[in-house]
């Protein structure tokens, strides 16, 4: 890239340009572990425009109709890491990295089905990833700058997950018992607690633990403001200058 002649200088103060490149955060958890409060959290505390939570709730896969009469009898596997869409995950994770557009499906967890609706994102500067398996596979650890793990006791899950099961995605106690039992608690010991192992940061008792949850915000806000100087810096050895006054 070469030095241009002309210099463009861009007069305002809150203006922060587009990142070629977006910063990804993983956040990884059991059901009910507060993996969605926490992005939340973040979100507020970076206060960074262009943010995007890419929730893997969008991403299971179409059931047949078979496997869509065993999911209302709470007889089907959505916590094996084979009921989710990872092919369309990584692409979708490949296209905003790369600064493009990415269309998400959304998904209805009364119907076990997508919706007919999707969102579009255009070029985001901060990606959060959040799901059960969000520091399982490799091609998606490979695209993140920071891994967490949400390490929030199974009793207390349990119990978030029942009221939020009963109260919002149209299930009845026994049946959401019935899954946890069958499907949830197996499968987070066998394939979801190992992932524990891939991620920077742990954080123990998840929602309760503020300090953890403080520190780990002061830490994305550090590793975004280098991130920013740096793109203001590469902006202009090519020409384009900012006038913060
Ligand atoms: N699930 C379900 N029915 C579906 C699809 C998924 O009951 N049709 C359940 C799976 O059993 C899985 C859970 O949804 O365990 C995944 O969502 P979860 O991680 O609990 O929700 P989040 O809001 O993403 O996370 P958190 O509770 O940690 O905030």
């Known amino acids: 890239l070469t030095r241009t002649s002309s210099v463009n200088t861009l007069n305002h103060s809150s203006y922060i340009p587009p990142w070629t490149q977006p910063y990804i955060i993983g956040i990884a958890g059991n059901s009910g572990s507060g993996k969605t409060s926490i992005s939340q959290q973040i979100i507020q505390g970076i206060n960074q425009p262009w943010t995007v939570l890419l929730s893997f709730d969008n991403f299971y896969k179409n059931l047949s109709a078979e496997e869509s ?15 989710l869409d990872l092919e369309a995950l990584v692409d979708t994770v490949k296209a905003l990295k790369s600064g493009g557009k990415a269309t998400i499906p959304v998904y ?34 490979s695209m993140m700058d920071l891994k967490i793990y949400v390490d929030t006791d199974l009793d207390i899950c349990l119990a978030r ?18 899954q946890w039992e069958k499907f949830v608690k197996p499968n987070a010991v066998k ?24 520190l780990m915000i002061k830490h994305i806000k550090n590793q975004l403001a280098l991130k920013s100087a740096k793109h203001l810096r590469n902006l202009r050895n090519v020409g384009v200058d900012f006038d913060f006054n």
């Open 108 to 141: 209805s967890f009364a119907k076990h089905a997508r919706t007919d609706k999707t969102n579009t994102i255009y070029g985001a500067n901060v990606v959060i990833i959040e799901g059960l398996y969000a520091l399982y596979d490799e091609r998606l650890l």
């Open 191 to 214: 394939h979801l607690n190992p992932t524990m192992n891939n991620a920077d940061l742990v954080i123990p008792r998840g929602l309760d633990n503020s300090i953890a949850i403080n």
């Open 161 to 178: 997950r029942l009221t939020r099961d009963i109260l919002y995605r149209g299930r009845d106690l026994e049946g959401a018992i019935k």
């Open 69 to 83: 009469k065993r999911a209302f009898e709470n007889e089907y596997d959505f916590d094996t890491p084979e009921s």
